[in-house]
């Protein structure tokens, strides 16, 4: 199974931008690579998902390396309210979404 | 709202108590997942449905814990004998077939066993 791996927390100065990485060495090519976070005492959101190319969206852009080994979620202008765990998502096997313990974002003032 | 409903969102019970939690997932979606989290972990996978049919239920489970989702709606998880073990968050979402990968979560419903 792919296996991915985060830093355990980073910190940020608010405004801004973080980069959060993600290793996923043995992911194969036909799968996607999903990110979710969770705010404080709140459940898990869905963040931005990918397969070779960058995405971006509101929230978020995902940038994904070449050889797909690795990807890093790139929040442009930190806030305050970012601050959260973020879960790198390794692709469904038999359609569960595994989450690991992900990298806990703190944002500074 | 139209996102996923939890209920209760805390609960306060002693050990060898059976409780029981219910989850609304949002209404077109055909799947729906319990979680487990406890303090400074991730959500851990308990058991999801397909519409009513329960499609597969963690080892980490034990025979205590149950889940149905009778008509493909609403989803309970009961855990019978609670245990202080139990004490943590249980997290229920859900995803339509189009895009499975993409869960809405609940607010969770929060278990402490005295």
């Known amino acids: 199974d792919a296996k991915t791996t985060q830093p355990n927390s980073m910190e940020s100065n608010e405004e801004e931008p973080v980069h959060l990485p993600c290793n996923h060495s043995t992911i194969s090519g036909t799968d996607y690579i999903h990110w979710y976070r969770q705010l404080p005492s709140q459940g898990p959101e869905y963040v931005i998902h990918g397969l070779t190319s960058n995405v971006n969206n509101r929230m978020a852009s995902l940038a994904i390396a070449e050889d797909r080994k690795s990807s890093t979620l790139i929040l442009h202008r930190a806030t305050l309210r970012d601050a959260a765990v973020y879960y790198c998502?390794?692709?469904?096997?038999?359609?569960?979404?595994?989450f690991g313990k992900g990298t806990r974002l703190h944002i500074l003032p | 709202d139209t996102g996923v409903s939890q209920d209760p969102r805390h609960k306060i019970t002693k050990r060898g108590q059976n409780v029981t939690f219910r989850c609304d997932p949002i209404s077109e979606h055909n799947r729906l997942y319990w979680y487990r989290q406890t303090l400074g972990q991730g959500p851990e996978f308990l058991t999801y449905?397909?519409?009513?049919?329960?499609?597969?239920k963690s080892r980490l489970l034990s025979d205590r814990f149950s889940a149905e989702r009778p008509k493909g709606s609403f989803s309970t998880l009961e855990i019978q004998r609670t245990e202080q073990g139990d004490s943590a968050m249980y997290l229920c979402a859900s995803s339509s077939m189009r895009v499975v990968e993409e869960l809405f979560f609940g607010e969770g419903s929060r278990l402490t066993v005295l």
């Open positions: 449905f397909q519409n009513e049919a329960q499609l597969e």
């Open positions: 998502i390794r692709p469904p096997r038999d359609d569960k979404i595994i």
